[in-house]
C-alpha cells in the first residue's frame, strides 16, 4: 500500500506563528524537524539532537543552530537564508499542527509530547517571566496577525482554566496539536517521544532517538553527551540552548530553562480541577492518544 504523506491544507498567522515560511523552505533529505505544542521538552531535544550530531562537544549555540522556523520574527528571509547557509546536518523547530506545514517524505520527524498540565505550569513560568522586549518582538513588529499576546492572568490556577475552557489561550490549540501528530504516528519518518520517559531512563530514549536518525552509536562519547543533555548542565549554560541568550526574559536564559519538573500542578489543583483536563483529554483526542500524552505508554495494540 502507497504511502500517504500529509499535505498543507491551511496557513496558520498569529501573534507567535506565520507557517507559510515553509512553503519557502528547501528541504535537504537529511533534515530533522521537531514538532511540539511548547514547553514540552523542545529546548531539551535540541540539545540531545546537537549532541549526537557533534559528538559530545561543549558549548554549542544550540538555539542559533536550530530556529523556530515558523516563529514571525525575524522575517522569514532572514531566517532562510541562515538555513541556507548552514553545512551541519539541519534540526529545525516547530510548534504547527501537521496540516500546516510542508511535510517530506525524506526528512526525520520527532514529536515530543507532555502531559498538559505540566505544560501549563511551565507556560505561566514562561508568560510571567517575559520582559518589555518580548512583548515588542510580538505585538510591535510588522506582520502582526489577530490579537497581541495579552499580559498572564494573576495566577498559574486561572491561566490554566483558561487554557481549557479557550482552547490553549492565550497561546494555541493543544488538542489540534497532539491529535495532528498523533495521527500520523504510522509513518516510517515519524517518531513519537514523552518527556516523562526521558526523564526516566535519558540515556535509553536517547539511544532510541539516535537509531532513528540513523546516527551511529558505537564511537559516541556517551559520558558528555549525558552530561551535556543533563538539566543541571543545560541551567548552567541556558544561554546557549535559549533563543537570544534569553535576553526577551526576567532573569534571562535561566528564567526559561526552569525547573523541568512534571507534577507541579498536583498540589494546586483539585482532584475535581484536574479531572476537567483528563476529561477533556478523552473527549479531544481519544483513550488511546490521551493515554499516551498522559503516561508516555503506547501499547502494542495501538502501535499495531
Given at each position: 500500500?502507497e504511502?500517504q504523506?500529509?499535505?498543507k491544507?491551511?496557513e496558520?498567522?498569529s501573534?507567535?506563528?506565520?507557517?507559510?515560511?515553509?512553503?519557502?523552505f528547501?528541504?535537504?533529505?537529511?533534515?530533522?524537524?521537531?514538532?511540539?505544542y511548547?514547553?514540552?521538552?523542545?529546548?531539551?531535544?535540541?540539545?540531545?539532537?546537537?549532541?549526537?550530531?557533534?559528538?559530545?562537544?561543549?558549548?554549542?549555540?544550540?538555539?542559533?543552530m536550530s530556529?523556530?522556523?515558523?516563529?514571525?520574527?525575524?522575517?522569514?528571509h532572514i531566517?532562510?537564508?541562515?538555513?541556507?547557509?548552514?553545512a551541519h546536518?539541519?534540526?529545525i523547530?516547530?510548534?504547527?499542527?501537521?496540516?500546516a506545514?510542508?511535510?517530506?517524505?525524506k526528512?526525520?520527524?520527532?514529536?515530543?509530547?507532555?502531559?498538559?498540565?505540566?505544560?501549563?505550569?511551565?507556560?505561566?513560568?514562561?508568560?510571567?517571566?517575559?520582559n518589555d522586549?518580548w512583548?515588542e518582538?510580538?505585538?510591535d513588529?510588522p506582520?502582526?496577525v489577530?490579537?497581541?499576546i495579552?499580559k498572564?492572568v494573576?495566577?498559574v490556577?486561572?491561566?490554566?482554566?483558561?487554557?481549557?475552557?479557550?482552547?490553549g489561550?492565550?497561546?494555541?490549540s493543544?488538542?489540534?496539536?497532539?491529535s495532528?501528530w498523533?495521527?500520523?504516528?504510522?509513518?516510517?519518518?515519524?517518531?513519537?517521544?514523552?518527556f516523562?520517559?526521558?526523564?526516566?531512563?535519558?540515556e535509553g530514549?536517547?539511544?532510541a532517538?539516535?537509531?532513528f536518525?540513523?546516527?551511529p552509536t558505537?564511537n559516541?562519547?556517551?559520558?558528555a553527551v549525558l552530561?551535556h543533555?543533563s538539566?543541571?548542565?543545560m541551567?548552567?549554560?541556558?544561554e546557549?540552548s535559549?533563543?537570544?541568550?534569553g535576553i526577551?526574559?526576567?532573569?534571562?536564559?535561566?528564567?526559561?530553562?526552569?525547573?523541568?519538573?512534571?507534577?507541579?500542578?498536583r498540589?494546586?489543583?483539585s482532584?475535581?480541577?484536574?479531572?476537567?483536563?483528563?476529561?477533556?483529554?478523552?473527549?479531544?483526542?481519544?483513550?488511546?492518544?490521551?493515554?499516551?500524552v498522559?503516561?508516555?505508554?503506547?501499547?502494542?495494540a495501538?502501535k499495531?
Amino acid at each position: 500500500m502507497e504511502t500517504q504523506w500529509p499535505q498543507k491544507t491551511r496557513e496558520l498567522q498569529s501573534n507567535h506563528f506565520d507557517s507559510t515560511i515553509w512553503n519557502d523552505f528547501k528541504f535537504r533529505d537529511d533534515d530533522i524537524i521537531i514538532g511540539t505544542y511548547a514547553k514540552s521538552g523542545t529546548t531539551w531535544m535540541q540539545q540531545i539532537i546537537s549532541q549526537l550530531i557533534f559528538n559530545g562537544q561543549a558549548g554549542l549555540p544550540v538555539a542559533d543552530m536550530s530556529p523556530w522556523l515558523d516563529l514571525r520574527v525575524p522575517p522569514a528571509h532572514i531566517k532562510l537564508e541562515g538555513m541556507e547557509g548552514q553545512a551541519h546536518r539541519r534540526f529545525i523547530k516547530t510548534h504547527l499542527p501537521v496540516d500546516a506545514l510542508v511535510y517530506s517524505p525524506k526528512a526525520k520527524y520527532i514529536y515530543v509530547a507532555r502531559d498538559g498540565r505540566d505544560v501549563v505550569w511551565s507556560l505561566y513560568n514562561h508568560h510571567v517571566t517575559a520582559n518589555d522586549k518580548w512583548y515588542e518582538a510580538l505585538n510591535d513588529t510588522p506582520g502582526l496577525v489577530g490579537p497581541p499576546i495579552p499580559k498572564p492572568v494573576d495566577s498559574v490556577v486561572q491561566s490554566y482554566h483558561e487554557w481549557l475552557e479557550k482552547d490553549g489561550y492565550p497561546w494555541w490549540s493543544y488538542w489540534e496539536n497532539i491529535s495532528s501528530w498523533w495521527n500520523i504516528r504510522h509513518l516510517p519518518n515519524l517518531k513519537l517521544v514523552h518527556f516523562a520517559n526521558l526523564k526516566k531512563d535519558m540515556e535509553g530514549e536517547i539511544r532510541a532517538v539516535a537509531d532513528f536518525l540513523e546516527i551511529p552509536t558505537d564511537n559516541l562519547d556517551w559520558e558528555a553527551v549525558l552530561q551535556h543533555c543533563s538539566f543541571d548542565y543545560m541551567k548552567a549554560h541556558a544561554e546557549a540552548s535559549v533563543p537570544l541568550g534569553g535576553i526577551l526574559w526576567e532573569g534571562g536564559a535561566k528564567s526559561f530553562i526552569h525547573k523541568g519538573n512534571n507534577g507541579r500542578w498536583r498540589d494546586m489543583l483539585s482532584d475535581e480541577e484536574s479531572q476537567k483536563y483528563e476529561q477533556l483529554a478523552e473527549q479531544k483526542l481519544g483513550p488511546e492518544c490521551a493515554h499516551w500524552v498522559k503516561t508516555g505508554e503506547i501499547t502494542e495494540a495501538i502501535k499495531d
